[in-house]
């Protein structure tokens, strides 16, 4: 099969091409005939090599941490799955990734695709969903009749944030640019704040009882973000080179948020997508010969929306 891999850390360059054995399952794994991947932010980082520390790997390897495709073959003891069910999941950060052919997955990390949007684009939907349900249900225990601040909304976490924490009844203040707000404002936010017009903190009329923070903002932003959270409220942050700021004495919590795969928490997002409750929003569907492409794209600062990135035929 045909497979993107790296064989050393660098540039969007080292990104290439290349003919691999098709892999066999092993006990608890099935094989997926991938049908898309995603790019997330965090795949630049591991391909220049910053991320060695907490995500070691075996070079060469294959990126692509998202997965929607067809189980294609079954190792031993997988129950609950067969040959030809379409799914999804989110693949473990050390393991060889989707932008291939085929892919190997445990059985138990996967859940049932959404059957009511192409399988393909169903690939943009793990990563960040499961980031934003876990941020906000896991973390910071979001309930009907609270006021959550997103910062960062218009971006592909931030897109199932506003609409999830909506859905609860919560009260959706959510940062946008100009060009992103009536897309930011479809997906259910109650406010808009430009944050390219100035003082973000200095637009909230009233505190939060939780911040998201999605963006790459400055520790003085940070801190003055964390100003208009309310007495016993929470911060959950996704910028883990910043770590969220905590107030004890008034009892305001940060959390460093590191998404984990969860099937329970994916089949809950995959159903909500069917009912009409959830939105996967697509920017470009793109073959995985242009993945260098994208990578470099997004370290210029000029990608903008969720990207699905497609396999080339054997």
Excluded: C
Excluded at 136 to 156: K, M, P, T, W
Excluded at 229 to 251: E, K, Q, Y
Excluded at 253 to 273: F, H, I, K, N, P
Excluded at 286 to 294: D, F, G, K, N, R
């Amino acid at each position: 099969m045909k497979a993107i891999r790296f064989h050393e850390y660098g540039d969007p360059e080292v990104l290439r091409v290349d003919e691999v054995e098709l892999p066999t399952p092993g006990p608890g794994q099935v094989r997926v005939r991938v049908a898309g991947t995603s790019f997330n932010g965090v795949d630049g980082n591991i391909r220049a090599g910053r991320m060695q520390g907490p995500m070691p790997l075996a070079l060469p390897h294959v990126p692509g941490l998202d997965l929607a495709g067809t189980v294609d073959a079954l190792g031993d003891g997988v129950d609950g799955l067969r040959e030809g069910d379409p799914v999804i999941g989110f693949l473990p950060f050390g393991d060889d990734g989707a932008t291939a052919g085929y892919v190997l997955a445990n059985a138990a990390s996967l859940a049932p695709a959404p059957t009511s949007i192409p399988l393909a684009d169903a690939a943009a939907l793990p990563l960040v969903g499961l980031t934003a349900w876990q941020a906000l249900f896991e973390h910071a225990d979001l309930r009907a009749g609270q006021r959550i601040l997103v910062n960062g909304a218009s971006g592909a976490v931030g897109g199932y944030a506003v609409q999830l924490a909506k859905s609860v009844g919560a009260h959706v203040i959510a940062t946008a640019t100009p060009r992103s707000r009536e897309q930011v404002a479809t997906q259910g936010a109650d406010e808009i704040v430009d944050h390219t017009a100035g003082d973000v903190s200095a637009a909230i009329s009233e505190p939060v009882d939780v911040l998201l923070n999605l963006a790459p903002i400055s520790p003085e932003e940070f801190t003055a973000l964390a100003g208009v959270v309310a007495d016993g409220g929470v911060i959950v942050n996704t910028t883990v080179w910043m770590p969220a700021p905590s107030d004890a004495a008034r009892g305001v919590r940060g959390v460093d948020l590191y998404v984990r795969s969860d099937a329970t928490q994916l089949a809950e997002l995959a159903a909500r997508v069917d009912r009409g409750e959830l939105t996967v929003g697509i920017a470009e569907r793109v073959p995985m010969t242009e993945l260098a492409s994208i990578h470099s794209r997004a370290a210029e600062g000029t990608l903008t929306g969720k990207v699905v990135v497609l396999p080339l035929s054997a």
